[in-house]
């Protein structure tokens, strides 16, 4: 039986208390007994199941020497840094659904871990319950994993498949997100893309064993992606979806966060609503792919749950993961290679031939398919190609993109394949 | 360090060597350093890269106290059953890759190893690379499973795959296979259903922590599906895959392994080729996929070399599988609901008629839709529907399909939704 406390008890923590006596026989059956001795919060909370687990002192726990596992789910990088910071340094672990801490001191926090005889782990923080990263240190630990390209953020999956089974415009979508409860009031954190671009250096982190910044990430937001857009991708057979990626070429990080066209083939594109999913290629397997519920109470209290069993398995030891606080040296995310659906206005088509070559022109006064730069027709209606044309590009690397669309802001537009 | 033996230099064990050698590293930095001290086998590989740690005599192998791992990737239940039993109960981990082992005597063999403070872990006999058994102990341990539905079994589905896309018949699809190396000269295991029937009786095992015996599920294999089967499941937008599944209803299990037909929002439905995935819902987190290679050399070798990790990581402890020798009481799997694509024979109609309500006649006489049993048309060739008509049943259970059904063996022809 290992004792454990719970801070906040907001949404994920209560989830944590429900999950842990919910199952608690099943828990203890396949991994060892838990029991919530103290959940810390600021708030009284009267009349609930658990009221008199609730502390308002923090003292209370760290003073109680039964207490060898704490679930952190007060989310931030105040409080919660500094309490985890003083439990690790007591040898104490640390579970956490807390991606911003995760990504900001991740690394630090693991280091304290393993100078303490303790554990830092985070599963909730990327893809919620999916166990995404306990596959990379476990499952796939004999795996040079080659690149990673993932859904990881649930509100703007729901936006977009909302935005393609409705054909709600992004504000409608994202409005109808926020009503039931799956997008912040404030949801620029989700919509611009800081979200999974914070998922993303934590996973890319977690692979190359150093410390990938976020801030280091290019992202690019869903509040450009219009239905226009969505019909394009739909008359190339794919859909439009918000995805993070990075690959370890030379062993150097290059990852990127973006709208991308998602084609008919890739597992990818079935993913829909609030769910999440990465592909993993690495070497010796191939591709793999992992795919659940991406947030959610209980889904996202199950990780940390299931963090807090291995923690309370192994106590007096550290579970590692491998995360070196030296930072890795990015590769260019520019030199990503990948095709680009181009949108052009007719009255630029002018300007566009000069930069892509004849193709679009050509394109769009024969209306014939134009082998090295494809065009897209058919699901548009008539009057969409009377105002422009698109195309699909050959696979050139983001930078030869930019160089060849230099001039043209606001008279393409362009989306990855 | 930890210093390993491999038993049996075979297609996996060679892999095992080789994943360790390629990686290690990398798997040094994540999990715990691991060398190849010996590899057993009766044979010589005069020239291989590894010939030096070639020994014939398991002896030297038990005699070595620095032996704390052993990797059993000999197959079948003699010598490999001897050889584990004595290696656990010298308090010698070890991972395996041998399903038919794990499925005959995993219970008794992870009992061993709990008495004897070492581990059993066999990853790689279920779905191959994918990390699905380790889900199931370690990222899912907060979850009630309630299901489990999957493609286990990368041959068969290369063959249906091969059929859908290529037209091939069973016949040449088969023949295909074999040539390729994906099925055995002995095909039996793989398209009667015996491989994957073994894999579902082991996870089903691991969900409900007691035996669930292989001999216990109904199976049905591969060699009565027809293109006209795949022909009639297009035309319902879907395509037939054979398919593994347990649930639990009231703590039993109820298992079955049969062709089923997987409509396209199934996300099954798009794994292809010699892929697998399981598809796993549980309580807190719903829903949740894995999809990956379910066979091949390295990406096997890959699963027990992360079992490896794990029991030089855990030495002197047992990893918890929570699998006792207790048999578990099955459940009914006649009770599982569904639907059914009916084939029948046109001659067959009155007889058909009484069975089934009026629904066939009308149907077949009229061409219309009908509500309660829904006809498939339109794909199908018109001389196709001169012999025959199909019809898709609504929801039963399998004991009611089969009363409804008795009398018109050799007249009609049905597989599962």
Known sequence: MAAIAVLGYGTVGSGVVEVIGENSELIAGRGCSLEVKYILDLRDFPGDKYESLVTHDAEVIFADPEIKVICETMGGTGAAYAFTKRALEAGISVCTSNKELVEKHGAELSAIAAGHSCSYLFEASVGGGIPLIRTIRTGLVAEN?????????????????????????????????????????????????????????????????????????????????????????????????????????????????????????????????????????????????????????????????????????????????????????????????????????????????????????????????????????GVLAEDAFDDEMALVTPEMSGNEFTDKAAGLEGIIKSIRL
Chains 1, 2 share one sequence.
């Open 145 to 377: 994993i080659k690149s990673i390209y993932g859904i990881l953020n649930g509100t703007t999956n729901y936006i977009l498949y909302r935005m393609e089974e409705q054909g709600l415009d992004f504000a409608a979508a994202l409005k109808e997100a926020q009503e039931m409860g799956y997008a912040e009031k404030d949801p620029t954190a989700d919509i611009e893309g800081h979200d999974p671009c914070r998922k993303i250096a934590i996973l890319a982190s977690l692979v190359c064993g150093k410390k990938v910044d976020y801030s280091d990430i290019p992202m690019e937001g869903l509040s450009d992606v219009s239905l226009m857009d969505l019909a394009y991708a739909r008359s190339l057979g794919g859909t439009i979806k918000l995805i993070a990626m990075c690959d370890f070429e030379g062993g150097k990080p290059r990852a990127i966060v973006s709208p991308r066209v998602i084609l008919a083939d890739n597992p990818l594109k079935s993913v829909n609503d609030v769910f999440n999913a990465a592909l993993i290629d690495s070497d010796m397997l191939g591709l793999s792919m992992y795919y659940g519920k991406g947030a959610g109470k209980l889904a996202t209290a199950s990780a940390v749950v299931a963090d807090a069993v291995e923690c309370a398995s192994t106590i007096g030891k550290t579970v590692k993961c491998g995360w070196t606080e030296e930072k890795a040296e990015p590769g260019d995310p520019g030199e990503l290679k990948g095709q680009f659906l181009v949108r052009i206005k007719r009255s630029a088509l002018k300007e566009a031939e000069s930069r892509f070559g004849a193709a679009g022109k050509i394109c769009f006064e024969k209306g014939e398919a134009f082998e090295k730069y494809p065009v897209l027709k």
